[in-house]
T-cell receptor, first 112, second 117 residues
Framework: LAKTTQPISMDSYEGQEVNITCSHNNIATNDYITWYQQFPSQGPRFIIQGYKTKVTNEVASLFIPADRKSSTLSLPRVSLSDTAVYYCLVGPWMDSSYKLIFGSGTRLLVRP | GAGVSQSPRYKVTKRGQDVALRCDPISGHVSLYWYRQALGQGPEFLTYFNYEAQQDKSGLPNDRFSAERPEGSISTLTIQRTEQRDSAMYRC???????????????FGPGTRLLVL
């Protein structure tokens, strides 16, 4: 079971870069790393997914070291609207079956 | 285009009653997933379908919970003989392609808030 560990909460200010690190020591060879964002009263929203090295899209970057035991979500120049809960997921395959396991996530608060 | 829709958005029921929660996925999406989310927690996986076939129901808490997707589109999550501990947000998600590593992006619906009195 590839459990993930991430900080419970983080504070930042508008315009800053935010890096949220997730530990997943037991990641399996065929596991991908996926990050979701959830605003209050809404369902989670896909941000980015990667397997190794670096992935970048219009929203964020995902850095994955060679051993893949951790990953870092990087949000450039955050704004107030980036205040949300960010979930790191590893999977989806577990016990030869599909399971997306969400942890408690990281609550990011962006201040003016 | 339309996203994932769920109905009802809110459901209040008395303990012991059966409830049926509906999920209408994005048109053309092959896979459909059900989650339960308690306040302040991440979503908890319940079950999922590829087309009409239920692939994994091991996340369902007990045999009072069941789900179906008979025509590979709309899905219903049914909870029989509801208990107060069933109160939660029930979320549905869909993805264009069947779940596989690196191939899925799930789109979540707004959820159904269930309150069992």
């Amino acid at each position: 079971l590839a459990k993930t560990t991430q900080p419970i909460s983080m504070d930042s200010y508008e315009g800053q870069e935010v890096n949220i690190t997730c530990s997943h020591n037991n990641i399996a060879t065929n596991d991908y790393i996926t990050w979701y964002q959830q605003f209050p009263s809404q369902g989670p929203r896909f941000i980015i997914q990667g397997y190794k090295t670096k992935v970048t899209n219009e929203v964020a970057s995902l850095f994955i070291p060679a051993d893949r035991k951790s990953s870092t979500l990087s949000l450039p120049r955050v704004s107030l609207s980036d205040t949300a809960v960010y979930y790191c997921l590893v999977g989806p395959w577990m016990d030869s079956s599909y399971k997306l396991i969400f942890g408690s996530g990281t609550r990011l608060l962006v201040r003016p | 285009g339309a996203g994932v829709s769920q109905s009802p958005r809110y459901k209040v029921t008395k303990r012991g009653q059966d409830v049926a929660l509906r999920c209408d996925p994005i048109s053309g999406h092959v896979s459909l997933y059900w989650y339960r989310q308690a306040l302040g927690q991440g979503p908890e996986f319940l079950t999922y379908f590829n087309y009409e076939a239920q692939q994994d129901k091991s996340g369902l808490p007990n045999d009072r919970f069941s789900a179906e997707r008979p025509e590979g589109s709309i899905s219903t999550l049914t909870i029989q003989r509801t208990e107060q501990r069933d109160s939660a947000m029930y979320r549905c998600a869909s993805s264009l392609v069947p779940a596989s590593p690196g191939e899925e992006t799930q789109y979540f619906g707004p959820g159904t808030r269930l309150l069992v009195l």
